[in-house]
């Protein structure tokens, strides 16, 4: 997050008019909901994650115990069991 002086970023009046509300504070400003990422999108990380969890349900279905897979993928048995419930709702 970078940071900007209003004086320099903003048109006077509009300045003036935040000025109202605060004055010497630090204000975030968060993007527009147009513009936000989802958890993941901008890294790869929502990809690779989906993949892998392509993978476990295709593992699971070819015969795969919960067990095995757990270990494998170094997750708890939950962890796979949340996974493969979540995927039914995607696949």
């Known amino acids: 997050m970078k940071y900007y002086n209003a004086k320099e970023a903003l048109p ?5 008019q ?4 605060v004055q ?3 204000l975030y400003i ?3 909901e147009t513009v936000r990422l989802k958890w993941g999108e901008a890294n790869g ?3 690779h ?3 892998r ?3 476990i349900v295709k593992k699971y279905r070819n015969g795969a115990c919960i067990s095995d897979l757990s270990e494998q993928y170094c997750l708890s048995e939950h ?5 493969l419930s979540d995927m039914r709702k995607v696949i």
Request: proline letters at 3%; a positive charge.
């Open 18 to 21: 935040v000025q109202v509300y």
């Open 45 to 47: 990380a929502r990809k």
């Open 24 to 26: 010497g504070e630090v």
């Open 53 to 55: 969890n392509i993978e």
């Open 49 to 51: 994650y989906m993949k």
């Open 30 to 32: 968060p993007k527009k």
């Open 12 to 16: 006077e009046w509009l300045l003036k």
């Open 79 to 83: 962890s796979i069991k949340k996974i």
